[in-house]
């Protein structure tokens, strides 16, 4: 952002009786919260309907049982409704990676079968990618994708490490480190075309887009609702299409184990479930308050204006002056380039998110691609322009010093 340039400040969003949109959560007052895409922020009435359930649940844990896969299958439905999906195809899990590792245990031993990933992945689902060439004794093909791809830029460099050996692909459907958008459609209809497995990363989909599964054509597709659509920890869905569904089984293996698919994923032992039975709680919340397309224009406007003022301040502070282009952008993200020395590593950017709470008094996303550092902001309803005003005039100064400090070290240990 130049001097001069006119930027549009976003009106913070208000609850239906004027109170700012943050009252209706219970995040910590002390902390300014940029990184809603890690974990979400869960809202006061799903929180509410959650403890509800608990208290019901040990109230008589016999009767809650027993009558725990009829409740899952009614959220299942709502759930797969919100995400213009048949409840058929609609299984609950944990979280995305317990989705994928269903997947991949699923998946008939193919020896010599190799899998593609990208070089965008969540480090967790290609660990597991990992693991399952290790079992076909088979290996891993790493696509690389420059950040600033466009579409066809990033299916070229997907399809140019796809032949006939090849297996399986994972991909992002909204890549976690570098805040992008990947075309898992047209990747879909090729791999379809070839008789190649897709599996699609869609862990930050839920809710930050409209229909994330229309127009997708994979074997499976998995999704956090605790992200952005603000459900409690633990909440996520596994959809999947055609023969592969049939062979997919919960990673406990309990008395629903002769079900078929969904229903076998409903009996989950004694799993604490009122994580997902509260997820329509708050998918609704969202959407009876402000409604999702208007909650969705917001993080995104939100975001863009945040990038545009931390970028603006890092520039003032002698470091590169305007957000980053990651060639697919993604609503309620933006990237922007830390300063030199910070963030080159996925160990070293974790680090900064760590430190930051203590230090910047700031819940932020501190990300690593390709040896670079970038601070990864995330938006939503309950944010305002002043969350992202405060980071530019009180800590980018702050993280500036902490870049030359490592720059420093680091010149130190060259000597």
């Known amino acids: 952002m130049s001097e001069g340039d006119v930027v549009t400040v976003p009106r913070p969003l208000t609850l239906p009786d004027g109170r700012p949109a943050m ?88 020896p010599g079968g190799d899998i593609v990933v990208t070089d965008h992945g969540y480090g967790a689902v290609t660990m ?12 891993v093909r790493t696509a690389r994708v420059p950040l600033t791809a466009d579409a066809e830029q990033a299916y070229e460099a997907v399809l140019a490490e796809v032949d006939d050996e090849v297996a399986l692909i994972v991909l992002d459907q909204i890549t ?77 293996d309990s008395w629903g184990a002769a079900e078929p698919f969904p229903d076998r994923f409903d009996h989950q032992g004694t799993l604490d479930a009122t994580g997902v039975l509260a997820a329509p709680t708050a998918l609704r919340f969202i959407d009876d308050t402000w409604g999702w397309d208007t909650a969705r224009r917001h993080m995104d406007e939100l975001a863009e204006y945040g990038a545009r003022v931390v970028a603006a301040a890092f520039a003032r502070a002698g470091t590169p002056a305007d957000p980053v282009d990651v060639g697919m952008p993604v609503p309620g993200m933006r990237l922007v380039r830390l300063p030199d020395g910070l963030g080159t590593s996925r160990t070293a950017a974790d680090a900064l998110r760590d430190r930051a709470p203590a230090e910047l008094g ?28 405060h980071f530019a005039e009180s800590c980018v100064a702050v993280v500036a010093r902490w870049a030359r400090e490592a720059r420093g070290n680091a010149a130190g240990r060259a000597r």
């Open 23 to 110: 009252a209706g959560w219970t995040l910590d007052p002390g902390l300014r919260h940029l990184n809603h895409g890690s974990f979400g922020a869960v809202p006061k009435a799903a929180q509410e309907r959650q403890n509800a359930l608990r208290a019901e649940m040990e109230r008589a844990p016999v009767v809650w049982f027993a009558t725990l896969p009829e409740r899952l299958a009614a959220a299942r439905a709502e759930i797969a409704g919100r995400l213009r999906t048949d409840a058929k195809d609609l299984a609950l899990v944990p979280n995305a990676g317990a989705g994928a590792s269903v997947v991949h245990a699923a998946l008939a031993a193919r």
């Open 176 to 252: 976690s480190a570098t805040a992008r958008l990947m075309p898992v459609e047209r990747v879909g209809a090729e791999a379809a075309r070839r008789g190649i497995t897709l599996l699609v990363d869609g862990a930050h989909a839920p809710g930050l887009l409209a229909e994330p599964l229309t127009g997708l054509e994979c074997d499976a597709w998995i999704g956090n609702l605790h992200k952005w659509g603000c459900a409690p920890r633990g909440s996520a869905v596994l959809v999947a299409r055609g023969p592969l569904r049939e062979e997919l089984h919960p990673l406990i």
């Open 362 to 389: 700031v819940e932020a996303a501190f990300t690593s691609f390709g040896g670079l550092g970038y601070l990864r902001l995330s938006a939503h309803v309950y944010n305002t322009p002043e969350d992202y005003e």
């Open 128 to 139: 597991g990618a990992e693991r399952l060439a290790r079992r076909w004794g088979s290996r």
